[in-house]
């Protein structure tokens, strides 16, 4: 069974930064895609960032694009999202998710080809 636990968010004003953690347990990820999602107060769960895990390959959406850094540490099994410049649209629950395909073109941004998800950690910008 996999389990992916975040951390690392919290409250940060306009133009901070955050790191997020998000660490796999069970089996790892030699051949898997990971990625970020995120989901404002009644907005639908948006695609933030994925990682291709065998090759180091990173995908962003253009709203994140230039201000957050997709990265992994695979002795440590965890996968990280550095927030740079975080603006009040940012705010909202960040979800890590996984899963053991390497995921191809439209499907790395779409949360229905993920099958293993994190309990999410609120980030929250203030203006």
């Known amino acids: 069974q996999v389990q992916l636990v975040e951390s690392g968010g919290g409250l940060v004003q306009a133009g901070g930064s955050l790191r997020l953690s998000c660490l796999a347990s069970?089996?790892?990820?030699?051949?898997?895609?990971m990625g970020w999602f995120r989901q404002a107060p009644g907005k639908a769960r948006d695609f933030v960032a994925a990682l291709s895990w065998s090759s180091g390959s990173t995908y962003y959406a253009d709203s994140v694009k230039g201000r957050f850094t997709i990265s992994r540490d695979d002795a440590k099994n965890t996968m990280y999202l550095q927030l740079n410049s975080l603006k009040p649209e940012d705010t909202a629950s960040y979800y890590c998710?996984?899963?053991?395909?390497?995921?191809?073109?439209?499907?790395?941004?779409?949360?229905?080809?993920?099958?293993?998800w994190g309990q999410g950690t609120q980030v929250t910008v203030s203006s």
């Open positions: 998710a996984a899963t053991y395909y390497t995921l191809y073109g439209s499907r790395r941004y779409n949360q229905a080809a993920y099958d293993y």
């Open positions: 069970g089996r790892t990820f030699s051949s898997a895609t």
